[in-house]
């Protein structure tokens, strides 16, 4: 089960010594006074403020000490199952222990794992030095998290052994000589002792504290001083990086999502879910190893001057652990406002049957709910906005003649929740748009009061699984409203809202530095009593994609608010879909029977979810070596498909080469004298999209002029029983 979270972190903590090991070349680390005045103000929030009434009893107490083990090591490859005996004993009693500020027995674990993180460095530094034979038919089992813990030293020498064994053969596949393999696999363990020595009791203190805390619901967290912003403002790197938010996937960085405007968003081969193996300078700079890093190890790599070039070696978010890897050059630029704000694009999708007539479908692409709050504040008259901006956009489709309109909320994550309600009023006359129940049961209403609507017509949302929040909002109320058609993947399921609370605000002025906690305060929920939470928005017709649904955003994480419902709120409709939709979808399946590209898709799918249930890979080089034939096949026959079938048509005529790898599309400038240049033109999906929209455009035609007609023999009948 993926989890993506700052608090899954691969935890690499200083020296320690406990019981059997010599404690007289190792220090322990002890908590602070400021820890345990932290942990007393941020207990008394977490069990009485909370959105979910939370007991701190023995329940809680075991599922604390569950989840500090899986933070400290979630692959069950440092801790011995004797270690896990000795720690049984406080598994009843971290309740106790928070009510008394008592933080020993986090601070004991945490010392042990350590020592047990410090003995398979040791052993693989040395044991990498050693040769492999890669003829052996033997498997790395990678997840192990299901798995129980080991009991001896020597079952850790032979698991580790097949783990370094994998190291060495994912570099050998690149071809690189074995001098330097055990150079560079030498460097990655001397970072994971380097690591060790860094993080300091404050580090230690927010490792357990948000143990506690993700027992409790996985968006709730306990952020030190140290890095007391929010964590996602914090990994954005707007001001001079590439623009990505950062988490962790067992021991990789991975790409949670790319920041809209952003260098890595403008570049566009950098997707969210993609893992990161190693980070580059400049053009030609030595390639450092981060597998196994922290995050802010990371990130600091990372970042760097503007105009500068940063290298990331990534793993593709659809490749096994034992695919092929791709550098991305990227140069670190600022994330500038205009370049979030909402573009337009118009997709001409050709009439079938016809001599050349096409139906123009305007695309509004927003990738976040935005709004200058402090222009608005000022009453300045051309303060930005998304509602703002969505709504000129629409002005200008119209007349250039649009007959229906996508807006694209792909890789949406949220933003402002004004702004989702103003939004939604461009395409609804008025009424309620959410309703949000705080932690006291009390629900409130946020309402489009403005009449009319900017565009009438035909409408679709798009949405896929990082679709969120805002996201969620808007797409759930066209959806309630009848309002539009809802495509693509069901959305994150994030129907919570978190406030950041100071802890400074709650302690003795002479005791600084308590850091902050993200407390879940309250739920949003649909117009129609559903929640957002948890489940998302399940679209209307829907995209095929990777993965089990039920294996990311909200519904894989643990202790998620379930989705619940609450009274409906007095809306009006705006009609009945659903048959328009059901047709709608009849011709979508039938037409991607005969897509190359669909089908390209559709087999990469299968390979994926063949592979999802795999937790442990082969060791032998020359299944290694096949399944690399095998991809560079398959890329070989899809280009060979390609060039054999020409171009072909997309929007306003133009011819446009699809590019298999990343599944948009090329825009070709028609020029024999110069060298053509290239503009990205509509994805797979989007171009799908447009289709169905100029689907429901016909049908809804087709309805019209059936109406017209049943009312004209309804006339006629009368009239016939008036004569008689």
Do not use: C
Request: aromatic share 8%; hydrophobic share 35%.
């Amino acid at each position: 089960m993926r989890r993506t979270s700052i608090f899954t972190i691969l935890l690499l903590a200083v020296t320690a010594a406990f019981a059997s090991v010599n404690s007289d070349s190792a220090l322990e680390i002890e908590p602070q006074m400021e820890h345990r005045y932290a942990s007393n103000i941020a207990t008394r929030f977490l069990t009485n403020y909370h959105y979910k009434r939370t007991r701190l009893d023995d329940e809680l107490s075991s599922d604390i000490f569950d989840h500090y083990l899986e933070l400290l090591d979630p692959s069950k490859i440092y801790f011995l199952s004797g270690d896990i005996e000795t720690f049984e004993r406080y598994r009843a009693g971290l309740d106790d222990a928070l009510r008394h500020s008592d933080l020993a027995p986090a601070y004991d674990i945490f010392n042990v794992y350590v020592t047990r993180v410090q003995q398979r460095v040791d052993f693989a530094r040395d044991r990498v030095k050693k040769p492999f034979d890669f003829t052996v038919d033997e498997f790395y089992q990678y997840d192990r998290e299901e798995e129980p813990w080991v009991s001896t030293s020597q079952e850790l020498d032979e698991l580790w052994r097949k783990r370094v064994k994998n190291d060495y053969l994912r570099l050998l596949l690149t071809d690189k000589e074995p001098e330097a393999i055990v150079e560079t696999l030498t460097e990655r363990y001397d970072n994971l002792e380097r690591r060790i020595n860094e993080l300091n009791t404050e580090d230690v203190f927010q490792f357990f504290m948000n143990a506690f805390a993700q027992s409790i619901e996985p968006h709730t967290a306990y952020l030190s001083a140290r890095t007391s912003e929010n964590f996602e403002i914090s990994m954005k790197l707007s001001l001079e990086g590439i623009g990505a938010l950062l988490g962790r996937e067992n021991e990789y960085t991975l790409i949670s999502s790319v920041v809209p405007g952003g260098p890595a968003d403008q570049d566009g081969r950098l997707k969210a879910g993609d893992r990161i193996t190693a980070v580059g300078q400049g053009n030609d700079g030595k390639m450092v190893d981060v597998i196994g890093w922290r995050v802010d190890d990371v990130v600091d790599l990372i970042r760097g001057p503007k105009d500068t070039v940063v290298r990331l070696e990534v793993l593709p978010e659809d490749a096994s652990v034992s695919g092929p890897t791709t550098v991305i050059d990227i140069v670190r630029n600022e994330v500038k406002l205009e370049e979030q704000a909402a573009q337009s694009e118009i997709i001409e999708v050709p009439v079938e049957g016809s001599e050349g007539e096409t139906v123009k479908i305007g695309v509004i692409d927003l990738p976040v709910f935005y709004m200058d709050f402090a222009g608005r504040a000022q009453n300045k008259p051309d303060y930005r906005s998304s509602t703002r901006d969505v709504r000129r956009l629409i002005g200008e489709l119209e007349e250039q003649g649009v007959a229906g309109i996508i807006v694209d909320l792909r890789n949406n994550g949220g933003g402002s929740l004004l702004e989702a309600t103003t939004l939604t009023g461009l395409f609804i006359d008025t009424g309620p748009v959410v309703q949000v129940r705080n932690s006291s049961g009390r629900i409130s209403l946020e309402e489009d009061v403005d009449p009319g609507m900017a565009w009438e017509g035909p409408l679709a949302v798009m949405v896929n699984r990082y679709s969120a929040s805002a996201s969620e909002i808007f797409a759930a109320a066209i959806q309630d409203y009848g309002r539009g058609v809802v495509i693509g993947e069901p959305t994150f399921g994030k129907g919570t809202v978190q406030s950041l609370l100071d802890l400074d605000d709650y302690a003795p002025s002479d005791k600084p530095g308590m850091g902050q906690l993200k407390i879940t305060m309250a739920q949003f929920f649909r117009v129609n009593g559903g929640s957002t939470q948890n489940l998302g928005v399940e679209p209307d017709i829907r995209f095929p994609s990777f993965g089990d649904p039920q294996e990311y955003g909200e519904r894989s994480m643990d202790n998620a608010l379930p989705w619940t419902s609450i009274d409906p709120a007095r809306y009006q409709s705006s009609g009945d879909l659903s048959q328009l939709v059901a047709v709608a979808d009849d011709r979508y399946q039938d037409r991607i029977l005969s897509d190359e590209e669909f089908g390209w898709l559709m087999s990469d799918i299968d390979s994926y979810n063949k592979r999802a249930d795999e937790k442990s890979i082969s060791l032998l080089e020359s299944v290694g070596r096949e399944k690399m034939k095998e991809q560079e096949e398959k890329k070989a026959a899809r280009k060979a498909a390609e060039d054999a079938r020409g171009p072909l048509l997309a929007e306003g005529g133009t011819l446009v080469e699809p590019d298999p790898e990343l599944g948009d599309f090329e825009e070709e400038a028609a020029s024999d004298e110069d060298e053509e240049e290239e503009d990205e033109g509509p994805d797979l999906l989007l171009r799908e999209a447009a289709r169905i929209v100029v689907d429901m455009v016909e049908l809804e035609s087709d309805l019209e002029l059936l109406k017209r007609q049943y009312a004209q023999l309804d006339k006629d009948a009368k009239e016939v029983t008036a004569v008689d």
